[in-house]
């Protein structure tokens, strides 16, 4: 099936973000995340900003997988290497299985853009309970890399040879 002959297929995704000074006023990367995501024909299944604490992560994130209805989280912000950092810590036991070739592809892209200091960022990507995960730096330039060249393409059903979007029926076989 080409890719012409298949029809966009709208996700319901919730964005995250983590900060401990970002408001909804000054949270740039989390808009333009709802922005982008729209754009490209998703709806907005929920929109939040969490402290960056391990816990609080979590038990949003946790609530939105246990949620039915959304099918991608995307979180920006705390993948870095501070002591106030703990996207991934929060994150990783959530997941049944981790995409690594999520991180491996964003710090390559990245450092082009940035170079040696795109190995700082310890943004990942999994799947838990039949729902995407994809963390992000907090920076809107990060945000915007990581969605328009790694996570639009694959949760556009239309990406050929294959896409995530595609698998999400077949993820809690």
């Not at 002959?5 to 900060?19: D, E, G, H, N, Y």
Request: with cysteine; glycine share 8%; net charge negative.
């Amino acid at each position: 099936m080409s890719a012409e002959s298949r029809s966009f297929k709208p996700l319901r995704i919730a964005v995250l973000t983590v900060s401990d000074t970002r408001d909804e006023t000054t949270d740039k990367s989390g808009a333009l995340l709802v922005e982008r995501l729209r754009t490209a024909g998703h709806a907005l299944a929920a929109k939040t900003i969490v402290r960056d604490d391990i816990y609080a992560i979590r038990a949003i994130v946790s609530a939105w997988v246990a949620d039915a209805s959304v099918e991608v989280v995307v979180s920006t912000g705390g993948t870095g290497i501070t002591g106030r950092d703990g996207t991934p810590e929060a994150i990783e036991v959530l997941l049944d299985k981790e995409i690594d070739g999520f991180g491996e592809l964003f710090r390559a892209i990245s450092y082009d853009e940035i170079g040696a200091s795109s190995l700082q960022s310890r943004c990942l990507a999994g799947v838990a309970n039949a729902t995407y995960i994809f963390c992000l730096p907090g920076s809107m330039n990060a945000c915007a890399t990581g969605w328009d060249k790694l996570i639009a393409p694959q949760l556009d059903f239309r990406t050929r040879p294959c896409n995530l979007a595609e698998l999400i029926p077949r993820l809690k076989e």
